[in-house]
């Protein structure tokens, strides 16, 4: 074989990467010439739209979730007449806020996103969400009436007009979800309607989890920590963790030695856990009262099925403080936002409108629908459809209570401080120095008041005080 | 030319020819360099001098040294952030460069099977640090983690151990998966310089009657110094930039009491899109970094 000298080396690769400079800088490849149609097939079938691919990016909060996500996307790609395809991107939670700026920052866009609690609110304020009311104006009326209140996590004003800005997939309430089998064992009570009535307050509630508590087999509080203080908090009256009242104070202490007391009852590593340590707990059955919510079915009737049933689960209200009369259900909604920065918004404002309709709306798993007039015989039928190993007669139990909970009690919003991570920070910050006995609740108000106050955007609060 | 003078054309020398063709082969890297190192760090470095702050878009400004300022003397956990970055290094780098060490002291012996144990010992090395993470995360469960099932056997704990959430036991653990993670480099450099020590010296010193320990200090350790070298300064910065390992275990936490540098900048950026502050504290890691590997390689070069 003859030998490359130095010289023709240095040339031939001179001319290759010539030749893909060329090639790479050359035009687009010219789109093949359309097929000729007989005159009659021309006015029967007209030339396809162009092909519009957007980008929906979803949080894989659950493979549930996932599934319906992935199951109705198939659907609208596989239907839609306009030849839009949807590429969606599965991403974990908490990822999905540094995946969405890097597609803004390369100058290419998503079309929609997943949103949760006040995220939707952020992105707004960074400029990134796009109204809808323009777009899907006419399916407002087929939602409830909870998510058009201008304090929910979807409406945001501006220049003195509200604007809609997220179309929700769920839901949900927050309460806290008993093992109602060991209730009844452990302190004789076997009717729901008593188990209810005396873990309606504080002291009702304490008395029960004494009861039940049996460590280290059985703990009567599940964690983790950052989850029960919130709503304990709105269940003595104040509006979120933020809510620094003057006239509230008390009320906000109060609140936190109640947690006190459910940190003492806590597993010792609860500390740290996240949602899905929280799930794993109750599905091995180790823990009795956990804060959780709508969604918790989902998370644990694939694991532990024996658990979700009317016999052995009581959904119950977060217990309130004897700073108010009644209990309080916080509540949210999770959906779908579209960027503003998209340049392909009528292509997504087509495919929300799809996900708008009941048969996708009612088919989210672990949640409330958030169409009007659609009771539990209703959603469980549907979603039996999608997941008919998890729904149907048996996940009647779970609807009803939710909703009879929901009906019952005052409904508030979840989740609603901005900036929500920074604010959970400092809060939950003091929570592990409450829940590992370092600090007091006095303490905990007096360090966390200045902190989150110096950077709150929404916060609401009883005084109405507002936040730039 | 015309009046009969001669000008001596200046040729292009093979020097400069073999100088001209080691720069062009240069080029691709030096261009991918430019791209993904030297532009990223100088927008880091440009943000680190800015306010931008997500939520308030059209508030962003140049407000020079006020990032700085405000982390160096006006955060309350400064301290809290250096001491567990510093806390960090040196657990990390003293314990993989130790068990790398005797890993490979041990491994340079005449043994059976002495290739498949050497391949064993960097099996870590090859584990993505995520994967790595969640495995110790499994380990470290209090509940159902093979730590404390294995200690409980033993009867050596009668009560399970909180390892990532106790703190007295959470910063031994997590450097327990640094040192995992980290050992292996170690101990192939080490393997690698073990090899070439020539082995009359051992046999002098054996004749001289010198113990192992006289041999180890007086022999091993001076002909290691160039590997050594390298491997504590690289070591150094890598884990003074490690973010995976504690953001996987710990995140920072219970109450940022295991927050370094790295994972707080993370924070302070992607979570509380403070995007200028968090560029001011990664510029500072790196001012810091820099400085002490510069002091590192002018005090140690001139012994190797």
Same mark, same amino acid.
């Given at each position: ?196 009535? *005396? ?144 340049? *392909? ?39 039996? *459809? ?83 | ?304």
């Amino acid at each position: 074989m003859a030998e490359l000298s130095r010289r023709r080396f240095l040339q031939l690769s001179a001319m290759s990467a010539g030749v893909a400079a060329l090639a790479a800088c050359g035009p687009a490849a010219t789109p093949a010439p359309a097929k000729e149609v007989a005159p009659a097939e021309k006015e029967a079938a007209p030339a396809p739209a162009a092909r519009t691919e957007i980008v929906f990016l979803c949080a894989g909060t659950s493979e549930v979730e996932s599934k319906h996500q992935r199951h109705w996307t198939d659907e609208f790609n596989s239907t839609n007449p306009d030849n839009i395809f949807v590429k969606i991107e599965l991403i974990g939670w908490s990822d999905i806020f540094t995946k969405e700026r890097a597609y803004i920052a390369a100058g290419d866009a998503y079309e929609l996103a997943w949103y949760c609690g006040a995220t939707a609110k952020e992105k707004w304020l960074m400029g990134w969400v796009e109204p809808l009311d323009e777009y899907l104006g006419d399916v407002k009326g087929t939602f409830k009436d909870s998510l058009f209140d201008p304090k929910s996590p979807n409406v945001v004003e501006k220049d003195g007009q509200e604007h809609w800005i997220g179309m929700p997939f769920c839901h949900y309430g927050i309460g806290v979800i008993g093992r109602r089998d060991v209730i009844a064992e452990k302190t004789g009570m076997d009717d729901n309607a008593a188990i209810l009535d *005396k873990l309606s307050t504080y002291a009702g509630f304490l008395e029960v989890a004494e009861a039940i508590h049996d460590p280290e087999d059985f703990y009567a509080i599940s964690g983790p920590s950052n989850h029960w203080p919130f709503d304990t908090l709105l269940n003595n009256g104040l509006h979120s963790t933020a809510d620094f009242s003057d006239d509230w104070r008390d009320a906000y202490i109060e609140g936190l030695e109640f947690v006190q007391e459910l940190f003492r009852m806590s597993p010792p590593d609860a500390v740290t856990w996240t949602h899905r340590d929280d799930v794993a707990a109750y599905s091995n059955g180790t823990v009795g009262l956990n804060r959780q919510g709508t969604y918790f079915y989902g998370d644990v009737i694939p694991r532990s099925p024996h658990l979700m049933t009317a016999e052995t689960c009581i959904v119950l209200p977060v217990p309130h403080g004897p700073a108010i009369d009644g209990n309080v259900i916080s509540i949210g909604y999770c959906g779908y936002y579209m960027c503003s920065k998209s340049n *392909k918004k009528e292509a997504a404002a087509k495919f929300m409108r799809f996900l708008a309709q009941p048969d996708a709306q009612n088919t989210f798993p672990m949640n409330l629908s958030p169409l009007k007039g659609v009771d539990s015989r209703q959603q469980v039928a549907e979603l039996e *459809k999608l997941f008919p190993d998890m729904y149907g007669e048996r996940a009647i139990f779970w609807f009803d209570q939710w909703n009879a909970a929901m009906d019952k009690h005052t409904n508030w919003w979840s989740e609603a401080t901005v900036p929500s991570e920074e604010i959970n920070k400092i809060f939950n910050d003091e929570m592990v120095r409450l829940f590992n006995g370092e600090t007091t609740p006095t303490e905990v108000y007096d360090t966390i008041k200045p902190q989150i106050e110096a950077i709150c955007k929404i916060c609401p609060r009883r005084d109405g005080k507002q936040f730039e | 030319m015309a009046d009969g003078s001669v000008v001596h054309k200046k040729r292009f020398g093979r020097h400069e020819q073999e100088a001209l063709i080691g720069y062009l082969l240069l080029l691709p890297g030096l261009v991918g360099l430019a791209m993904f190192v030297v532009y990223p760090m100088l927008s880091g470095i440009a943000l680190s001098f800015q306010s931008k702050y997500l939520l308030e878009p059209d508030k962003d400004a140049w407000i020079w040294f006020e990032n700085f300022r405000k982390f160096l003397f006006a955060n309350p956990k400064l301290g809290l952030y250096v001491g567990n970055t510093v806390l960090w290094v040196i657990g990390s780098v003293v314990g993989s460069v130790s068990l790398g060490l005797v890993l490979a002291l041990l491994l340079n012996r005449e043994m059976r099977f002495r290739g498949i144990y050497r391949a064993f010992a960097l099996i870590p090395w090859v584990m993505p640090m995520v994967v790595a993470a969640i495995v110790w995360q499994w380990i470290f469960n209090a509940n159902w983690g093979i730590a404390n099932h294995v200690l409980r056997s033993l009867g050596l704990i009668s009560k399970n151990i909180v390892w990532l959430a106790d703190r007295t036991f959470i910063w031994p653990a997590i450097l327990v998966v640094s040192v995992w993670k980290g050992y292996p480099f170690s101990f192939a450099f080490l393997l690698a310089g073990l090899q070439v020590i020539p082995k009359d010296l051992y046999e002098a010193a054996t004749i001289d009657g010198a113990s192992r320990w006289r041999t180890f200090r007086h022999i091993t350790l001076p002909m290691l110094r160039p590997q050594l070298f390298v491997i504590v300064l690289l070591s150094t910065v890598w884990n003074a930039n490690e973010f995976t390992a504690i953001w996987m275990l710990t995140k920072g936490g219970p109450a940022d009491y295991t927050m370094t540098i790295a994972p707080l900048v993370y924070q302070t950026s992607f979570q509380f899109y403070r995007m200028g502050y968090g560029a001011s504290i990664a510029v500072l890691l790196m001012i810091v970094v820099m400085s002490l590997a510069a002091v590192y390689i002018r005090s140690v070069r001139s012994e190797i």
